[in-house]
């Protein structure tokens, strides 16, 4: 029978010093437009944002977040970001959830 060993050592990526990982930029601009589209139907988050913004209330928060992303939920990053929270945020595949 084969001697099996089991590797207890995993390699991940080196992602430090990257404050994002981004697939394809050229489609920044598509996805900002998306953005506006979405801020005007997210009217709530725009009114807390332009109430609180310059407050910060959530400055030194740490926020951290798994969801599946869209633009709905860039636009509630953003927000949390313009009221001042440090944000991380992981995406994560509809279908295995």
Not at 10 to 17: E, M, N, R, V
Not at 49 to 75: C, D, F, N, W
């Amino acid at each position: 029978m084969a001697d099996a060993t089991l590797s207890t050592e995993i390699q991940l990526p080196d992602y430090s010093g990257l404050d994002n990982k981004v697939a394809d930029m050229s489609e920044a601009e598509f996805g900002r437009k998306e953005i506006t589209i979405a801020e005007q139907e997210m009217p709530g988050l725009v009114a807390v944002r332009e109430k609180y913004g310059e407050e910060q209330p959530l400055k030194g928060t740490r926020i951290t977040g798994s969801l599946h992303m869209t633009i709905q939920t860039a636009v509630l990053i953003e927000s949390l970001k313009a009221l001042g929270a440090d944000v991380r945020w992981a995406s994560c595949n509809i279908f295995s959830t």
